[in-house]
């Protein structure tokens, strides 16, 4: 087995909950950043189709006020 390959998977084994986490929102703080520029890219009806998919998920949460309790108790 070469290094690269025996080094990515301790790599992987080492990861914990907390950090599997940070990098999700990373990603997604990153991807939310580029959304308009990607909206742009696309169709009109891509465009309207992804957003009548996800404002109502996006204001139900936000009305829900979870999304301040949803940071606690992740790997901690």
């Known amino acids: 087995m070469s ?36 909206l742009q890219g696309v169709t009109p009806e891509k465009r309207l189709d992804f957003i009548s998919k996800n404002l109502p998920l996006l204001l139900k949460y936000r009305e829900s006020g979870q999304g301040n309790s949803f940071l606690t108790d992740w790997g901690d």
């Open 3 to 38: 290094k690269t390959k025996k080094d990515t998977q301790e790599e992987v084994r080492k990861t914990t909950l907390r950090g599997l986490f940070d990098k999700m929102l990373s990603t997604l703080e990153t991807e939310i950043e580029n959304l308009p520029e990607t």
